[in-house]
T-cell receptor, first 114, second 114 residues
């Protein structure tokens, strides 16, 4: 069965720290990998990655994909309390099964302390 | 810009009661989805509608039915609610199905079944 594994499941840091969130996957037909941020309710889109080695960047957040080793990382530098959220990784398949075309990991809960 | 609108935001049911969760999007998207999110389980696909007039089962369809009423609206019905259906439900949409489109999520429905 296709699966997406995120680590760590939870993380507590202090403001100003840099964090790295991990997402590994085992899927039969990879199309893309997406990162979402979920604060109080609805997940919001961060990045979509399709090619290995090309960093996507938005402010203090960046992400990169390694299609050979089947993982992605999400980096957050100079963390702020507003970065506290659950970060979701999802892998999009070319051909989905009962799980649909998008397989989500369980998420990493990040807490940033003042 | 409303995006994806879900109603209700909160609901408490007794075991055996029925209810319908409503979802509407105003982005002219073709594809719509229903997910449930449980602690430690990530987002799991219940049903999806790749285009108006079609619906398909996802990973966890048992106990649910859906209706794609028109291009804008996609409802989820619980015919006889069970405590195992206590969860947060998210509706989502994409412009087209299976083409690396990011999901737009509604704000969620917190459902408790007693």
């Amino acid at each position: 069965e296709d699966k997406v594994v995120q680590s760590p499941l939870s993380l507590v840091v202090h403001e100003g720290d840099t964090v790295t969130l991990n997402c590994s996957y085992e899927v039969t037909n990879f199309r893309s990998l997406l990162w979402y941020k979920q604060e109080k309710k609805a997940p919001t889109f961060l990045f979509m990655l399709t090619s290995s080695g090309i960093e996507k960047k938005s402010g203090r957040l960046s992400s990169i994909l390694d299609k050979k080793e089947l993982f992605s990382i999400l980096n957050i530098t100079a963390t702020q309390t507003g970065d506290s959220a659950i970060y979701l990784c999802a892998v999009e398949l070319v051909y989905g099964g009962s799980q649909g075309n998008l397989i989500f990991g369980k998420g990493t809960k990040l807490s940033v302390k003042p | 810009n409303a995006g994806v609108t879900q109603t209700p935001k909160f609901q408490v049911l007794k075991t055996g009661q029925s209810m319908t969760l409503q979802c509407a999007q105003d982005m002219n998207h073709n594809s719509m989805y229903w997910y449930r999110q449980d602690p430690g389980m990530g987002l799991r696909l219940i049903y999806y509608s790749a285009s108006e007039g079609t619906t398909d089962k996802g990973e966890v369809p048992n106990g649910y039915n859906v209706s794609r009423l028109n291009k804008r609206e996609f409802s989820l019905r619980l015919e006889s609610a069970a405590p195992s259906q206590t969860s947060v439900y998210f509706c989502a949409s994409t412009r087209i199905f299976g083409a690396s489109e990011k999901l737009f999520f509604g704000s969620g429905t917190q459902l408790s079944v007693l």
